[in-house]
């Protein structure tokens, strides 16, 4: 089963950029859809972005020309560009595997990003 660690949360003002990363280990990664999740305080968990093995992404409308998911099978991580956050981008981010196959799901710890002045 594939683990993950997400990595690059942190405090960002408005306006302004972050990359997260999720390292994925112990399965064949190009098996594995990938997405990532926000969850705001006292909020469901949402889908943020999330990218097939072959490339093809899906954004929500929330983050649609902001925010872009990539995926680099050789190094068996997936990225997520924040562009131009917002307060309301402020989340636990979760990264996300969907094995193609069995059709099982891990997650990630979550990483913490705060947009704030």
């Known amino acids: 089963q594939v683990q993950l660690v997400e990595s690059g949360g942190g405090l960002v003002q408005p306006g302004g950029s972050l990359r997260l990363s999720c390292a994925a280990s112990?399965?064949?990664?190009?098996?594995?859809?990938m997405a990532w999740y926000q969850q705001a305080p006292g909020k469901q968990r949402e889908v943020v972005a999330q990218?097939?093995?072959?490339?093809?992404?899906g954004y929500a409308d929330s983050v649609k020309g902001r925010f872009t998911i990539s995926r680099d099978n050789a190094k068996n991580t997936v990225y997520l560009q924040m562009n131009s956050v917002k307060p309301e981008d402020t989340a636990v981010y979760f990264c996300?595997?969907?094995?193609?196959?069995?059709?099982?799901?891990?997650w990630g710890q979550g990483t913490q990003v705060t947009v704030s002045t």
């Open positions: 990218i097939a093995p072959g490339g093809k992404t």
């Open positions: 996300n595997a969907r094995n193609l196959i069995t059709r099982e799901a891990v």
């Open positions: 112990g399965s064949v990664f190009n098996i594995y859809q």
